[in-house]
């Protein structure tokens, strides 16, 4: 069965840290680009990182820059965001997608994206 399964969010305090993990089964991860996308209540869901393949590039929303490090660990076909310096603006449901690019920003979802990962920032 093909499946990624996101794990690691919860709540924690303002200037807090989280990692999350994006563990696949099914297929190898590391041949495809991995991008973290988050949804917060009322909002369109976005995509604040990537990382891409074969060369493991990586991108960022402005909002994250310099916060949020994404990487891969293909030995445990495990994707990982650490999400340094929280604010209580990045609380949402977190999920990890594969896809052939990466996409950051805005959008339009047309599928089911499983349950995610809730993070929830505050005091």
């Known amino acids: 069965q093909v499946q990624l399964v996101e794990s690691g969010g919860g709540l924690v305090q303002p200037g807090g840290s989280l990692r999350l993990s994006c563990a696949a089964s099914?297929?190898?991860?590391?041949?495809?680009?991995i991008g973290w996308f988050r949804q917060a209540p009322g909002k369109v869901r976005e995509g604040v990182a990537c990382?891409?393949?074969?060369?493991?590039?990586?991108y960022y929303a402005d909002s994250v820059q310099g916060r949020f490090t994404i990487s891969r660990d293909n030995t445990k076909n495990t994707v990982y965001l650490q999400m340094n310096s929280l604010k209580p603006e990045d609380t949402a449901i977190y999920y990890c997608?594969?896809?052939?690019?990466?996409?950051?920003?805005?959008?339009?979802?047309?599928?089911?994206w499983g349950q995610g990962t809730q993070v929830t920032v505050s005091s």
């Open positions: 099914g297929f190898t991860l590391e041949n495809y680009a």
């Open positions: 990382i891409r393949t074969p060369d493991d590039s990586t």
């Open positions: 997608v594969a896809d052939s690019v990466c996409v950051i920003g805005p959008v339009v979802v047309t599928s089911d």
